[in-house]
């Protein structure tokens, strides 16, 4: 896809008699000049400069230990220039209003380099100042450096003739949370490379730092193993057109790394799996009917040391395939009436001891993968179904809160962290559910330490997520879903709550924000009758 291939002219063709109306309006530049999610501390002033692409530059200050040859900040410098400058692509040469004095950015980082993973112990701050002809950004990590280019891309905004201006400004920023995470399910329905990209580029416009990728589910199994060819093969929609394979999966990783993004793989076991018997024979438990096999099958069979030697291996693969120390193992909705009817699953828990009590079984699974993830070096998350259910599970693990509405996840998390884990909040931000009218209200007024606790427990809420599940969303529909709808929890994990309780206070930001995403190219529906200084132009 060719996002920037645009031939139509984008400046308003104005019918005649629209244009008195037109010189009326243009008196006032347009200046919501606002950035999203809100900077923890911001003075806008009202000097303001005129700035334009023949004379904009980025430079690295001179004792910047990044300088020329950093991966992550030249590409960002090419992509901001673009994003600064959106007409520049389309009438290349064209150009409205005085000729603007030169304007140079100047960016500098103090510590790590140019070449690593976003990770957990990522530095996000940044300073960002602007001044007449100069802005200077000034982070520790590059991944400080990248917020702060966002939101000066953010401040700059055109008038009705096109010239650019950027205010005078002085920004201190730093993340609330530092998981900040949106979820895309590619099993239920296929996304196309193109739109996970497109994902990840409107992630990066809102701060959202964490991919979660929920590869793979019952419906199908996309991701190309090495080791084990045919759980695509066999179990993907389409054994070529339908999968991922190791170049489009770091394709993937290189494109979020770039814009400061982790990819966290969920390989969701034992539940969930019912794509991945078709490639791997043995790997489910049998289901009976009485005393005959039915021909069906539950989740994997916890019984045979033969899962265990194949989830280890397939897991060992996705370890070396995905950088982060995040491993999410999912564990979630797992229906114990196909182990219940397995005579031999139920002689095994009469060998352990179990009863007939099946989340023990469950348990032990999941000690396994958790064992497992952790010789590999990674840290897992599960989602809380693991905790509600099983009482050994290793303090390092991470629960993922997927159940409820307020003030039940609330008292899920107080419970969770009285334990002493560390938590991730999903529950109120199913983003894949739609009602009428405006629900980003909905996800805004979400209050994640709204439960009762010390602050030692609040502190171990490291973040939340995002979740976009499949079932009814693929490539046609996957974008307007998501935008701006999830803007309002990338502000509630990014900004001061305090700043940002109030909806009707953000509902002109976000508006504003909305019309941004359209000129970025990114087809965000609208969250209220109104328009766009600039109306999306299409492909
Ligand atoms: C930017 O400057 C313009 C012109 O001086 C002013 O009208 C506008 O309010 C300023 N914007 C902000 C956010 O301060
Ligand atoms: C384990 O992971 C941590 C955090 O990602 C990393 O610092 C460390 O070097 C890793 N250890 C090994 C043995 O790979
Ligand atoms: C998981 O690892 C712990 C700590 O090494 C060990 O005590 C436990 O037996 C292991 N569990 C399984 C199911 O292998
Ligand atoms: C905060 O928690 C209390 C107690 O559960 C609840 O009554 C209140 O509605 C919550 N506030 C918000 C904004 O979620
Ligand atoms: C937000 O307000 C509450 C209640 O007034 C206060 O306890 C808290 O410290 C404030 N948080 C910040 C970050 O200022």
Known sequence: MCRFCFHRPTVPMLSKPHIWLFFVVAVKAVSVNGVWPMPQKMSSFVERYPISPQAFTFQYTPGSVAQSGCSVLDSAFKRYFK????????????????????????????????????????????????????????????????????????????????????????????PRFPFRGLLLDTSRHYLPLYAIMETLDAMSYTKLNVFHWHIVDDPSFPYQSKLFPDLSNKGAFHPMTHVYTQSDVRRVIEHSRLRGIRVVPEFDSPGHTQSWGRGQPDLLTPCYRGDVPSGTYGPVNPILR??????????????????????????????????????????????????????????????????????????????????DYHEKIPKDTVLEIWKGLPPAYAQEMSRMTQAGYRVLLSAPWYINHIRYGQDWRDSYTVKPLNFSGTETQKRLVIGGEVCMWGEYVDATNLSPRLWPRACAAAERLWSDENQTSSTDEAFPRITNFRCRLLRRGIRAEPLDVGHCQREFQGF
Not at 94 to 105: E, I, R, Y
Not at 331 to 358: A, H, I, Q
């Open 306 to 387: 033969s899962s265990y030697v194949f989830m280890a291996k397939l897991l060992k693969e996705v370890a070396s395939v995905f950088p982060d120390s995040y491993l999410h193992l999912g564990g979630d909705e797992v229906d114990f009436t196909c182990w219940k009817s397995n005579p031999d699953v139920r002689s095994f828990m009469k060998t352990m001891g179990f009863g007939t009590d099946f989340s023990k079984l469950e348990s032990l699974y999941v000690e396994y993968m958790v064992n497992i993830s952790a010789s590999l070096n990674r840290t897992s998350i599960v989602w809380q179904d693991v905790f």
């Open 83 to 174: 994003l600064i400058f959106p007409d520049e692509l389309r009438q290349p040469g064209v150009h409205f209003g005085p000729l603007a004095k030169p304007f140079t950015v100047q960016v500098g980082v103090s510590e790590g380099n140019c070449d690593g993973y976003p990770s957990e112990s990522s530095k996000e701050s940044y300073r960002l100042s602007v001044s007449s002809g100069v802005a200077t950004v000034r982070a520790e990590m590059v991944w400080g450096a990248l917020r702060g280019l966002e939101s000066l891309s953010q401040l700059v905004y055109q008038d009705d003739y096109g010239v650019h201006y950027i205010n005078k400004t002085e920004i201190e920023d730093f």
